[in-house]
């Protein structure tokens, strides 16, 4: 390439794009071959690689049509009072790139995201045109992924459903009080309603080639490739999503819950978790510390066992497995034990812990602080002991794990609204005379 400013803004924005997790690994340290030692490198950026719907590992040219955005996401490298160096790309620059690269063998498709540039549709509507061109202008049949913008009309996502062979959009956060908090201009019921009008087009889509190759005598590939007049596709790769984690105090459960939701409203293809990295340039309100690699890595774990074996994000529980294969640890002291302990037992968050170490410091923790801190009562109480209870033999049963762990449920035939369940109709265990004198 021997433009340097379409040098430089390469750099940029593929540097700004390494971020948008596209593809499930992580953890490695870094390499160079600077200096002639050695051959190979871990640090470049601006290519990437995704898996093909046949299993194949393509590379992909992964980059920012623009680092300028007028949001302000507290988590995001690109938000407006960041202060990074920023550039944009023309349309025309970014299809002379991906055509370019792809001529020379270096990448076998596009993953296009943006900062928010004017307005969403503007924006989109830029997007979307680079995807047009290529497929339109330049016959490309190459792999297209474009991160979707969830504010834009749903014309303009309806239309770069045509050219993209997936779409995402990020949910970033998996609650809405978390993204109110650190990306008050995202509005989390809108992310759900562009995702749900997504699954709409696709399975329209789906749908009306199914019915075609029904009533047709040659198979769709095969009318495909004699020009013949098809059912049109739309994000035949389907729709992802990607999670920050790290940047609040949301949990791996909650976390996981929210994969499920999405996975089951919305038909997922891939939920992605980015490990929160405080670097470069990060909000003063986040947490600065190493992002959570190994979190990330168990939640990509976790979410395996639930889209390929069956588990619900309720059964993958690892604390509860570690407490029923050590149980003669348990019961643990609430009121004695170290904070290492506190943090093993199962259903006690981090936030639970502390709120009991402060308790404790002035009084004995009861069975009623518990309830007010409103922990799952039913996992808590087989491995604590407390001045007003003691779990007895509960610890021995053969059949805890299966008492702990919820039965499988089939899912509803209809989707209906889940309606929280009222704190004063959840059922609490009956508590135990006192069995020991802890004073
Ligand atoms: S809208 Fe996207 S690019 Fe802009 S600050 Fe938020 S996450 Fe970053």
Redesign the pocket.
């Known amino acids: 390439m021997s433009n340097p400013t379409l040098q430089n803004k390469l750099a940029i924005l593929a540097d700004a794009a390494k971020y948008d997790a596209s593809c499930a690994s992580s953890g490695t340290g870094k390499r160079n071959s600077i200096g002639g030692q050695g051959i190979g490198s871990t640090e470049g950026s601006g290519i990437c690689h995704s898996y093909a719907p046949d299993g194949r590992c393509i590379s992909l040219l992964k980059i920012l049509l623009t680092?300028f955005?007028?949001?302000?996401?507290l988590?995001?490298?690109?938000?407006?009072s960041s202060n990074v160096p920023r550039a944009r790309f023309t349309v025309d620059e970014v299809v002379g790139l991906t055509l370019d690269f792809y001529r020379r063998n270096c990448i076998e498709g596009l993953f296009l995201s943006?900062?928010?540039i004017q307005n969403p549709d503007y924006t989109m509507e830029q997007v979307v045109e680079v995807a047009r061109r290529l497929r339109e202008d330049h016959d490309f049949r190459g792999y297209i992924h474009l991160k979707t913008i969830p504010d834009a009309s749903p014309e303009l996502l309806a239309r770069a459903g045509l050219y993209a062979d997936r779409l995402s959009i990020?949910i970033?956060l998996p609650t809405q009080s978390s993204l109110q908090a650190l990306?008050p201009?995202?509005d989390g019921p809108a992310i759900r309603r562009s995702m749900a009008r997504l699954r709409g087009h696709i399975d329209d889509a789906k749908g009306a080639a199914q019915d075609q190759s029904r009533t047709s005598i040659i198979s769709l590939p095969q009318s495909r490739r004699a020009g013949r007049s098809v059912a049109p596709l739309f994000a035949p790769a389907g729709q992802s999503t990607q999670m920050i984690v790290g940047a609040d105090a949301t949990d791996d459960r909650t976390i996981l819950g929210a994969s499920a939701s999405l996975y089951g409203d919305f038909k997922m293809r891939r939920v992605y978790y980015s490990a929160f990295s405080p670097i470069p340039d990060a909000s003063a309100r986040l947490p600065l510390k190493a992002p959570p690699l190994m979190r990330e890595h168990r939640l990509y774990q976790a979410d395996w066992l639930i889209r390929f074996y069956g588990f619900t994000h309720d059964e993958i529980d690892p604390k509860l497995a570690w407490a029923l294969s050590h149980r003669a640890q348990f019961p643990v002291d609430l009121n004695r034990a170290p904070r290492e302990m506190l943090l093993r037992v199962p259903g006690l968050g981090v936030r639970a812990v502390v709120r009991i170490l402060e308790a404790r410091r002035v009084r004995d923790v009861r069975a009623s602080d518990l309830l007010r801190l409103h922990v799952p009562l039913a996992k808590v109480w087989p491995f604590v002991l407390l001045p007003d209870h003691h779990p007895g033999a509960t610890l021995e049963a053969d059949n805890l794990a299966t008492r702990l762990r919820p039965a499988p449920a089939q899912a509803d035939l209809f989707d209906e609204p889940q309606v929280a369940q009222p704190l004063a109709a959840v059922k609490v265990p009956a508590l135990k005379p006192p069995q020991r004198t802890l004073a």
């Open positions: 680092n955005c007028t949001y302000d996401c988590y995001c490298v690109n938000r407006v943006s900062g928010i990020n970033e990306a201009e995202k």
